[in-house]
């Protein structure tokens, strides 16, 4: 079993999730690769406990990212970091020679983003790729089979999106994810948009232009001491691009909906592809479930609901039959980045983690849905 010594940079949410995923390794069967975390680091020292408390084998807890990335003893990095600091931590990175991965939205603008690229283009020995989990859910890797069988047919359409609600609350104090300083201009798409663009992105659906509606419905939220502070990041976002298909080179509309503030929604996350010849959906609301509607014969348009198990792209202990969650798609995401690191390609199309290129394509996607907004015109993509 190799093993990966990792460092992470950002130790909130997500870096604590990483931790986790690492802890629970024995749980994938077939892996040939495991992450070891050897140190960690935050700006914030109380972060660091958890990690002191929690695991073992961390030898250096510091607040300076720069006296992680000197260790000889870390081979990899995990940056999970707000996005006013993603450029100056991965490039950095980049530039000490740890492999990356980065979280989204892969710097706080396009500049950030091209910056973070030249970095990559003047280190190819270093591996880079940007988190997103939603993909490895085992209802979503079957629908993503059907993409690379092409099974769909000419597509029709294609709707991706990502819905939150507690934002609907306006006494809900405010976070640096709702402040454009830390959080960037593109705001709800900053946050969410990466996770629409995974799949269609690597599917080879390339948006060629966007008609984009952004709204901030809740400009000023309490801060910690209940004072009023602008909260000046975009809420939603819905966006109507016209994507190519890069293997017919025909054309469809494809929507986006991030949203902070749908009612009723937790944290759904959805995908659904239209075809002339098959069709399918699939919603975190109901994880287990994929849609299907097989019309390649001809006959009645009958939707047919399957459940799916555990059937995950890299296999696990659980049985085939349980049911999948949040932490296990993460597992597979780190599963994903650690395979590929060691293999050179994913184990399959749709199990890879995204690319540097993806992200550059979700800076030019979200620069010019801004625009759209701000002109109020639909607006070319950059290519
Ligand atoms: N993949 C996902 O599903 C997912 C979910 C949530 C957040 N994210 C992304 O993960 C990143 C972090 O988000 P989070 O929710 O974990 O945030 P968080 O606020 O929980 O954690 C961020 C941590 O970074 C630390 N930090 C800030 N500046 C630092 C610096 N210069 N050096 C070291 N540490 C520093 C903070 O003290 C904090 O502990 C963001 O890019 C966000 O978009 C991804």
Not at 3 to 20: D, K, N, P, Q, Y
Request: proline residues 5%.
């Amino acid at each position: 079993m190799e093993v990966v010594r990792f460092g992470i940079i950002g130790c909130g949410l997500m870096g604590r999730e990483f931790a986790s995923a690492a802890a629970r390794w024995l749980h994938l069967v077939d892996i040939d690769v495991r992450p070891e975390i050897v140190a960690v680091c935050d700006t914030d020292s109380a972060a660091l406990d958890w990690f002191r408390e929690h695991v073992p084998t961390v030898k250096l807890c510091t607040l300076d990212y720069k006296e992680l990335l000197a260790q000889e003893s870390v081979d990899a990095v995990y940056c999970a970091v707000p996005h006013n600091v993603h450029q100056q931590i991965y490039v950095d990175t980049i530039n000490a020679g740890k492999h990356l991965m980065g979280e989204k939205p892969f710097g706080i603008d396009k500049a950030a983003n091209d910056a973070i690229m030249e970095a990559i283009c003047a280190n190819p020995g270093v591996f880079v790729r940007c988190s997103s989990e939603f993909p490895f859910v085992p209802a979503m890797q079957r629908l993503c089979d059907m993409i690379e069988r092409h099974e769909f047919g000419d597509i029709i359409a294609v709707n991706t999106g990502f819905l939150h609600s507690s934002d609907l609350d306006p006494d809900k104090p405010i976070n640096w994810k709702r402040m454009s300083a830390y959080n960037g201009e593109y705001g709800v798409m900053g946050d969410l948009g990466m996770h629409a663009c995974h799949v269609p992105f690597r599917a080879g659906w390339t948006p060629v232009n966007v008609r984009a509606v952004l709204s901030n419905l809740v400009p000023t939220r309490p801060d910690k001491q209940g004072n009023l502070v602008p909260c000046d990041t975009w809420d939603n976002a819905t966006l109507l691009c016209e994507a190519v298909d890069s293997e017919s080179g025909r054309t469809f509309p494809w929507t986006v909906r991030l949203f902070r503030i749908a009612p009723g929604e937790k944290d759904t996350w959805y995908c659904e592809v239209y075809g002339m010849r098959k069709s399918a959906r699939y919603s975190s609301k109901n994880t287990n479930l994929i849609e299907i509607l097989d019309y390649s014969k001809g006959g009645e348009q009958a939707w047919q609901h399957i459940d799916m198990g555990h059937e995950t792209a890299f296999k696990t202990i659980t049985g085939s039959i349980f049911e999948f969650g949040f932490s296990d798609a993460v597992l597979q995401m780190w599963a994903a980045f650690l395979y590929e690191l060691v293999h050179g390609k994913p184990l399959k199309k749709f199990a890879g983690c995204v690319t540097p290129e993806e992200t550059a394509l979700s800076h030019r996607l979200f620069t010019a849905a801004l625009q759209s907004h701000r002109e109020g015109k639909t607006v070319a993509i950059d290519l």
